[in-house]
Antibody
Framework: EVQLLESGGGLVQPGGSLRLSCAAS????????MSWVRQAPGKGLEWVSA????????YYADSVKGRFTISRDNSKNMLYLQMNSLRVEDTAVYYC??????????????WGQGTLVIVSS | QSALTQPASVSGSPGQSITISCTGT?????????VSWYQQHPGKAPKLMIY???KRPSGVSNRFSGSKSGNTASLTISGLQAEDEADYYC??????????FGTGTKVTVL
């Protein structure tokens, strides 16, 4: 069974930085695109970013473009999200999710358990 | 671009059928047969229930079905059960690539 385990969340001040990690196991990691999706407290889901299986192509929601950077280390089966210039509105549970192919376009399955990021002074 | 539109809540009695709508635009739902639906119980991660408009992943009950007409996709839950009480989100590929999620629907089993 595919496993995804996020880490790195926590409390950070506005303007600060945080790096999220997602450890993947039990599938050929480099063959699949990956995405980050977030959910603000009591709110709906928002797609944040995606990366192709090779890592050469990256994509971002307008709300995080220029502030967040998605990356992956296929040798370690790890996905990352570097978050800079954090804002209060970035407060959310961040989920990593596996795509169905090498390209992000179809479905997200499965999802990790999420990691909570709180941006507050 | 904004989120896809779903009703805030839908309810039904055990055994009944309910349908959740998901309205987008000609740039997302209307352009791609890449609509998926996710179930989320409180405090849990979302779970894929339907993908590519009508397909069910292995292990998902056949009580769940999906459809699409124009810019609106729908999820139908037949034979409603207590365990179906959860939040449901639609999601559509929108090119670039990018995804748009729906606003979410809370399903209540009366």
């Amino acid at each position: 069974e595919v496993q995804l385990l996020e880490s790195g969340g926590g409390l950070v001040q506005p303007g600060g930085s945080l790096r999220l990690s997602c450890a993947a196991s039990r599938f050929t990691f480099s063959s699949y695109a990956m995405s980050w999706v977030r959910q603000a407290p009591g709110k709906g889901l928002e797609w944040v970013s995606a990366i192709s299986g090779s890592g050469r192509s990256t994509y971002y929601a307008d709300s995080v473009k220029g502030r967040f950077t998605i990356s992956r280390d296929n040798s370690k089966n790890m996905l990352y999200l570097q978050m800079n210039s954090l804002r209060v509105e970035d407060t959310a549970v961040y989920y990593c999710a596996k795509e169905s192919t090498n390209w992000p376009e179809d479905r997200l399955d499965p999802w990790g358990q999420g990691t909570l990021v709180i941006v507050s002074s | 671009q904004s989120a896809l539109t779903q009703p805030a809540s839908v309810s039904g009695s055990p055994g009944q059928s309910i349908t959740i709508s998901c309205t987008g635009t000609s740039s997302d739902v209307g352009s791609y047969d890449l609509v998926s639906w996710y179930q989320q119980h409180p405090g849990k991660a979302p779970k894929l229930m339907i993908y590519e408009v009508t397909k069910r992943p292995s292990g998902v009950s056949n009580r769940f079905s999906g459809s699409k007409s124009g810019n609106t996709a729908s999820l139908t839950i037949s034979g409603l059960q207590a365990e179906d009480e959860a939040d449901y989100y639609c999601c559509s590929y929108a090119g670039s690539p990018t995804y748009f999620f729906g606003t979410g629907t809370k399903v209540t089993v009366l």
